[in-house]
């Protein structure tokens, strides 16, 4: 069963790419931090309500730590260089943060019919709705190879210790399995008649449901009222 048709609690995928342009435009502003834990318990509410309570959990206690851990910007400003350029890394991952969090909720939670369908919707072009459903089966494919090439080394005892011999062992062939992986989905895309003109029947039916005005609406309040407090 496709994972969007599962949960009420689920939005639709176009909501939550809304949600990340909103969070990625969120970045070039100060948000006071009420309203960012507030963006992020929405979020892991989500999670926990589509049966993803690890994710939920995970979202939470990073937070808690950038908020806790990382100083603010005029406090990095201050300081030492060497310490400046240290906490600057982690300040910059702290800034992306709130759209990462959104992005890994509308990976973990969408499947590729329903934002193919949720795109044919709204009359989208396939030269748009194609490139993001191949990338959108191309990360998952990518993530799990290289998981498997990871534990074939540390089975053969490669491990990032010796960091030239781990990059030779690992790097290389993920280069090879990730052409292997494109070429796979382009030769099943081309398979399914993807580049046929005609109107397709989907399979997954997509529909506007009141999470999603709630998701866009209450995450669009809290960037408002956080640049705005």
Request: include cysteine; proline fraction near 5%; hydrophobic fraction near 55%.
């Amino acid at each position: 069963m496709p994972v969007y048709l599962d949960n009420p609690y689920n939005p639709n995928p176009l909501s939550k790419l809304l949600v990340i342009f909103l969070l990625g435009f969120a970045v070039f502003h100060k948000v006071n931090l009420y309203f960012e834990w507030g963006i992020i318990l929405f979020i892991s509410f989500l999670f926990y309500k589509n049966g993803i309570k690890k994710a939920a959990l995970k979202n939470i206690l990073f937070f808690s730590i950038f908020s806790l851990v990382i100083p603010s910007l005029d406090v990095i400003r201050n300081m030492n260089v060497i310490f400046m350029m240290f906490f600057m890394l982690f300040a910059v991952c702290r800034m992306f943060y709130l759209p990462f969090s959104a992005g890994s909720f509308f990976i973990k939670t969408s499947d590729v019919g329903s934002i193919i369908s949720s795109m044919d919707k709204i009359k989208l072009p396939q030269t748009v709705s194609i490139p993001v459903a191949v990338i959108f089966r191309f990360f998952p494919s990518f993530i799990e190879e290289s998981h498997n090439i990871k534990l074939a080394m540390r089975v053969r005892g490669i491990t990032f210790r010796n960091p030239v011999s781990y990059i030779e062992h690992v790097m290389v062939p993920l280069l090879v399995i990730s052409s292997n992986i494109s070429d796979d989905i382009a030769k099943a895309a081309e398979t399914k008649c993807i580049e046929n003109p005609v109107k397709k029947t989907r399979y997954i039916s997509v529909k506007i449901k009141i999470i999603d005005f709630a998701y866009v609406l209450s995450i669009l309040f809290m960037i408002i009222g956080g640049i705005l407090w």
